[in-house]
């Protein structure tokens, strides 16, 4: 076999037919097929694990599989010895001590180090520097934007954030939302007829589960499978809706995002008009700030919060604003370069510049003085 050291015009051009292939995969809102997954799992379970098939418990969203889990954890007592030893303590520390060496030892090493190692071998340097160059641009960086930052990512911040010590970690996989990875090591296979051997068999696997369900939930005979989101509804590559949900599940459970920041409900389905500018002032997160700001609209929160310019430079004004406590305080107000959105801070009471108040921010945060 001749070595390959660039990508052809035609498989280049497929390539982005192929990005846009696993981009649809990822953000896939059909009904889980529930069959096809359940056969690959099984496969797992049986090939990797050395496991019988397990009781297949399917669930309408990750939120409902955090529900299961918690419920089953309370109902202990009431369930088989073998299944409550595997559901203790959160799941995750005992499923490394008993399923550790057959599924992440084997699972990630066999797919994931050895599979990168094989398609190496395969390809030689050459390719592989030229091959990493045209997938990372086109396979992970892009779907990995849409599927890893906007999707996988926020769904576990926001189970934490809402469901705490009852979220584990170190037991799941993403089904769809692993596209952007399944697509890296699939092209070469797929598309250059490398043969990657037996890894390549487990490779169909993950790929057939990107195409069946959503997150995945390893267990000593029970797994827990959900299934896909209702609907994803994004900006170019960020998760973005500005009347309801930008990611809904079947059960309702879903996310609010504005521009890709995580907002409450309320920020996102209240109508702008009647969203009090107060919040502004009173949410301390800056990026859910900027978006309320960005919604509302910067000239009217400096209206309502009868804001006096005491100083400016270039894009930058200090204002102090009534917050309907008898007392004035000093926001910068900037705007951000990168996206034309302006930004309101509050600063130190004493800052009576535009100068003033960058040195006390930027000491505070530990950016340079940006004053041009």
Avoid at 233 to 245: A, F, M, Q, R, W
Avoid at 251 to 259: E, K, M, P, R, V
Avoid at 312 to 328: A, C, I, P, V
Wanted: with cysteine; aromatic share 10%; net charge positive.
């Amino acid at each position: 076999m001749s070595k390959i050291v660039k990508l052809t015009e035609m498989q280049e051009q497929e390539l982005i037919r192929f990005r846009d292939k696993w981009l649809s995969i990822g953000l896939c809102c059909d009904p889980a097929d529930k069959k096809n997954a359940e056969i690959q799992l099984t496969a797992i379970y049986s090939t990797l694990l050395g496991k019988p098939k397990p009781v297949y418990w399917w669930v309408s969203s990750p939120w409902m599989a955090m529900m299961v889990v918690s419920i089953l954890k309370k109902c202990g007592a009431n369930l088989g010895a073998n299944l409550r030893a595997n559901l203790r303590a959160n799941l995750g520390d005992n499923l490394r001590a008993n399923l550790g060496a057959n599924l992440w030892d084997n699972l990630w090493d066999n797919l994931w180090a050895n599979l990168g190692a094989n398609l190496r071998a395969n390809l030689g340097d050459n390719l592989w520097a030229n091959l990493w160059a045209n997938l990372r641009d086109n396979l992970r960086a892009n779907l990995g934007a849409n599927l890893w930052d906007n999707l996988r990512a926020n769904l576990g911040a926001n189970l934490r954030a809402n469901l705490g010590g009852n979220v584990f970690r170190g037991t799941d996989f993403f089904g769809q939302f692993d596209a952007h990875w399944v697509a890296f090591y699939l092209f070469p296979q797929e598309i250059l007829k490398i043969n990657y051997g037996t890894y390549g068999e487990q490779l169909l696997w993950f790929v057939e589960l990107a195409k069946s369900c959503n997150w995945i939930w390893f267990y000593d005979g029970v797994c827990i499978v959900s299934d896909r989101p209702k609907h994803i509804k994004k900006k170019g590559i960020v998760l973005h809706n500005e009347t309801g949900s930008a990611v809904e599940f079947r059960d309702g459970y879903g996310l609010w995002a504005l521009n890709g920041v995580m907002m409450k409900r309320e920020y996102v389905e209240t109508p702008t008009e009647k969203l009090d500018v107060n919040l502004v002032v009173k949410e301390t997160n800056a990026e859910v700030r900027r978006e309320l700001v960005r919604k509302i609209g910067i000239d009217r929160v400096c209206m309502k919060l009868g804001a006096k310019v005491v100083d400016t430079s270039n894009d930058y004004s200090l204002l102090l604003l009534d917050l309907g406590d008898g007392r004035k305080r000093p926001y910068l107000k900037m705007r951000n370069p990168s996206i034309p959105v302006w930004h309101l801070e509050g600063v130190h009471p004493d800052c009576d510049t535009v100068e003033k108040a960058l040195n006390w921010r930027n000491q505070t945060t530990g950016k340079p003085q940006v004053l041009t």
